[in-house]
């Protein structure tokens, strides 16, 4: 069964709610906004999902949140792409939904260009270098000689087969010359992640979340470098991978709202305006932060397409040198 969470609007909404007699659609909302989060609750998707939707009630209204989960997300974004181009149902996109599954999947059942029109860009997460306690190593270049010391012992889970995760993990052992290490891909990063604390697993390439940082935190696992140009907000005390002698070890999954490409753009542009002042609340961006999340400003629509675009063409060269590019 779908999980939903809904999140009531308050009565100010109202005074909020724009005409648009061009279109003919006498107003917008006119009924509760349906967020799809294309994957299971609790992942990295679902939690700014949710943070979205919590903060946009004061502007749009009754929001709620469904996640459709499945077939790398696939599932939920072909139900937003076939829905009414209303605004009334919109999508939690990410890299790996809007760039990289055209690229792995041998057919995509959708096209995120054709398909989708960009809202707005929110955040990025990134990628993390994390080992099990019991691993003897402390640090990027530790792990890198203990790997070629032992050559094919060594194996590190994913949150899935075609995950910013997976993608991560494979670049990361191309670049350190680890190419032996063995991946494990798991149904999500929770229960990677409990493997990694029991030491069933002695790598992973987790999303860097608030979860994360506290298993890092509390010594339950050591999270030895983190996959971005520079040192997170949430993190500043754990390095890049870069600094750790990695050069262009950049893993980032990039989240945002997307709406079916039919959608009028004055609705589309209200939408983006609700975001832009989500993303202007200091409780707001302080969560994304908490949560491992490094905020993105100004992103609107123009903007957001021309990074969808720029994130296309970066990864395709990487996924071909991995030997990943289905098509």
């Not at 903060?55 to 077939?71: D, I």
């Not at 306690?133 to 060594?154: D, H, I």
């Not at 995760?165 to 929770?190: C, M, R, W």
């Not at 005390?237 to 600094?243: A, V, Y």
Request: aromatic share 6%.
């Amino acid at each position: 069964m779908n999980r939903r969470d809904v999140i009531f609007g308050s009565g100010a909404a109202a005074a909020v709610l724009t005409a648009f007699p061009a279109f003919g659609q006498a107003r917008f909302p006119n009924r509760p906004i349906k967020l799809v989060v294309p994957f299971s609750a609790g992942g990295v998707n679902d939690i700014v999902g949710r943070q979205w939707a919590d903060k946009v009630r004061t502007t749009l209204g009754s929001v709620f949140v469904e996640n459709q989960g499945g077939a790398g997300g696939t599932i939920g974004v072909v139900e937003v792409g076939r829905a009414e181009p209303d605004g009334h149902t919109m999508l939690l996109g990410s890299t790996s939904t809007m760039v990289l599954n055209a690229m792995t999947m041998q057919k995509p059942p959708y096209d995120a260009n054709r398909d989708f029109v960009p809202v707005c860009v929110m955040c990025v997460s990134a990628t993390s270098v994390a080992v099990s306690a019991s691993l003897p190593v402390k640090s990027v270049k530790e792990l890198v000689a203990y790997a070629k010391a032992n050559p094919g012992k060594l194996s590190y889970g994913s949150a899935g087969a075609g995950t910013m995760s997976h993608l991560s993990g494979e670049l990361f052992k191309q670049l350190t010359g680890i190419n032996d290490v063995v991946h494990i891909p798991y149904k999500g990063a929770g229960p990677g992640l409990t493997d990694l604390v029991s030491g069933h697993i002695p790598m992973m390439s987790p999303n860097v979340t608030g979860q994360v940082l506290e298993l890092h935190t509390t010594g339950k696992i050591r999270v030895l470098s983190v996959n971005n140009a520079t040192r997170l907000s949430a993190a500043p005390d754990i390095p890049t991978s870069i600094e750790e002698g990695v050069p262009d070890m950049i893993g980032l999954l990039f989240l945002g709202i997307f709406a079916p490409a039919a959608t009028p753009k004055p609705i589309v542009n209200q939408i983006a305006q609700a975001t832009q002042a989500a993303m202007a609340d200091k409780d707001f961006r302080d969560a994304l932060v908490k949560s491992g999340f490094e905020p993105i400003n100004d992103m609107g629509p123009e903007k957001s397409l021309a990074y969808l675009a720029e994130e296309q063409k970066r990864w395709g060269p990487v996924l071909a040198s991995l030997g990943m590019k289905a098509n």
